[in-house]
């Protein structure tokens, strides 16, 4: 399989000027909304961080009947 970065999705955080990209991928909550998630570790300086990323579609739950 081939991926070609301009399909990918990112995010870029920047911590105390360090900046690290952590893919997103697509997410179907529990709670019936859309959106994207991804995680990882990041380096600071000396400290390691543990990084979690939600992104969730405003209006995309289902109206409830």
Known sequence: MVIRMS???LA????NGEKQNFILNKKNFK???RGY???G???????RYQVN???VEIGSK???K
């Open 37 to 39: 998630h991804g995680q």
């Open 41 to 47: 570790k990041m380096q600071v300086g000396d400290k």
């Open 7 to 9: 399909e990918v999705n």
């Open 62 to 64: 289902p109206k409830d």
């Open 53 to 55: 990323i939600l992104c």
């Open 12 to 15: 870029t955080i920047q911590l």
């Open 31 to 33: 709670t019936g909304s």
